[in-house]
């Protein structure tokens, strides 16, 4: 176990480096931080030359690959860090100078346990990315299949664990300072970070994100996911499907080369929302880099080491929230959030819901063009403190998704309408979760669930009451029941039909 002088003195080297880059000035200067948080700031930065304007990014860049992911990280949680830094760490670019090819070649081998040549015809040796945890080469398997093998660098994985053991120790130091710190959570920021970064260290995990959100895309077939090479896939090293296209950053080449950009727009934002809201599963990672267009107005993702999962339940608030702002149904959307247990009990529901008025009411006399779903969360957010609101990483991160989604579709075709391709999928999708059908299915999903119990209770009760073989049937607590032969048995089973067929029709007559 590290001790806590390591723990220390990581966090004034690292705390010197954010100092030189005036990425500590927004501790200093934010009225709700703690006063001992401030002073360590403050000492931090004692004798540095500060900027004249903050380099969060430059910040973390200048720390190492760990701080690069814990920026990415922070980008998503404005309300830990503030809105400028937040934006200013979306810039963060994962880039680093690429390693010597044979040190790539021995990780191979060392994963493989065999020689490279015993599975590929030819990898290239100049990377076509490096960023903090991997590089990528373009390769040729022995069945000539294009593929691009990911590989991780040597020796990342004992970085990233010794730094977020220090990030786990000094979030808790922080929580531990109570007030707004221990209602942001810094701990479970980390812990966040901590199940990426053990997703992006795990090419296994990272294929198997890939493979489970080709299978939820099976409804968009326009937006594809390379296919996993399993048999050349390991711990450290990712091989999947070559991806011949243009990166939807370069819009110019798209249009040049013929892509409807429109079209791929529409279809970004539709396949957003079905990973987000249909399935709970999404990539969080779509920025231009990792998209790419395909012959046939197609849409390719690569990288799935960030992705994020919502609940039913939470999906289900999620749409309701989004189409109560929509349509400026704010009771519905205050009840939401304390039926979720976003808002404490002890706050006012109607005080909420005009807390709310205050954020739709600005977008109602706007064009729907120039709403934006992401700015909508990151405003609804934005009341979070006043309301004792805890953090929910999960929408954060999906809060930032969005966002980045939004910006690419933008990017692509600026007269795209986002609501009008959203809203009418979101309308659809809380009528089928919410109407009378759902109600009725997840009412006869319930019984049923209810009758497949009855074997075991008809067993408990006539073990209960039947007497054993020449024996007298046994007394019971309360009083005396006559017991003949199994009939007890189908007794209660007739009972709790009758009870679950009635229960049934009085759904159906409550939804008629």
């Known amino acids: 176990m590290t001790s806590t002088a390591t723990h220390v003195f990581r966090l004034v080297r690292w705390g010197r480096i954010l100092a030189r880059h005036g990425a500590l000035l927004g501790i200093e200067r934010d009225p709700n931080a703690p006063a001992r948080l401030k002073r360590l700031a403050r000492l931090a930065r004692f004798g540095a030359r500060l900027p004249a304007r903050p380099r969060y990014a430059e910040a973390f860049q200048a720390i190492g690959p760990a701080a690069i992911k814990l920026g990415q990280t922070l980008a998503t949680r404005p309300d830990i860090v503030g809105e400028d830094a937040a934006r200013d760490l979306q810039r963060l670019q994962d880039r680093l100078p690429p390693l010597p090819f044979p040190a790539i070649r021995a990780q191979m081998e060392r994963s493989f346990r065999r020689p490279v040549s015993d599975l590929f015809l030819s990898v290239e040796e100049e990377p076509v990315g490096a960023a903090s945890v991997a590089q990528v080469h373009r390769a040729v398997t022995t069945e000539g299949a294009q593929v691009a093998v990911k590989v991780l ?288 299915a997840d009412r006869l999903v319930k019984d049923a669930r209810t009758l497949a119990l009855l074997p075991e209770l008809v067993r408990r009760v006539e073990s209960r009451y039947l007497p054993p073989p020449g024996g007298e049937p046994p007394a019971p607590p309360l009083a005396r029941v006559e017991v003949v032969g199994l009939k007890i048995g189908w007794r209660y089973a007739a009972v709790a039909l009758v009870t679950a067929a009635a229960s049934v029709a009085a759904t159906l007559m409550a939804v008629g």
Request: avoid cysteine; charge should be negative.
């Open 153 to 440: 660098r040597p020796g990342v994985e004992e970085e990233f664990a010794d730094a977020i053991e220090t990030y786990e120790w000094a979030a808790a130091q922080a929580e531990a300072m109570g007030g707004e710190l221990a209602r942001l959570r810094p701990r479970l920021t980390i812990e966040t970070f901590k199940r990426w970064t053990q997703r992006e260290l795990n090419f296994r995990r990272e294929a198997a994100s890939a493979s489970e959100l080709a299978e939820a895309m099976t409804a968009e077939p326009d937006f594809t996911v390379p296919t996993i090479d399993w048999r050349r896939t390991t711990t450290k090293v990712l091989t999947l499907e070559w991806i011949d296209g243009i990166k939807l950053s370069h819009r110019q080449a798209l249009l040049e080369a013929g892509y409807d950009t429109a079209a791929m727009a529409r279809l970004l934002v539709r396949a957003f929302l079905r990973q987000a809201i249909a399935e709970g599963f999404f990539h969080a990672d779509l920025h231009q880099g990792n998209l790419f267009a395909i012959p046939g107005d197609r849409i390719a993702a690569i990288d799935f080491g960030i992705m994020g999962r919502l609940t039913r339940q939470a999906r289900v608030w999620l749409a309701e929230i989004l189409y109560g702002l929509i349509t400026g149904d704010y009771r519905r959307v205050a009840e939401i959030h304390f039926e979720a247990g976003y808002v404490p009990q002890h706050h006012d529901v109607g005080e909420f819901a005009t807390a709310l008025r205050a954020v739709g009411e600005p977008m109602r006399g706007m064009a729907a063009r120039d709403m934006s779903m992401g700015g909508m969360l990151d405003t609804l957010f934005s009341i979070t403190r006043d309301f004792d609101m805890v953090t929910q990483p999960h929408l954060l991160l999906l809060q930032k998704t969005m966002v980045v989604v939004e910006g690419v579709a933008t990017a692509l075709d600026p007269d795209i309408n986002l609501w009008e391709v959203a809203e009418p999928y979101l309308r659809e999708w809380v009528r089928s979760e919410l109407g009378p059908e759902a109600l009725v």
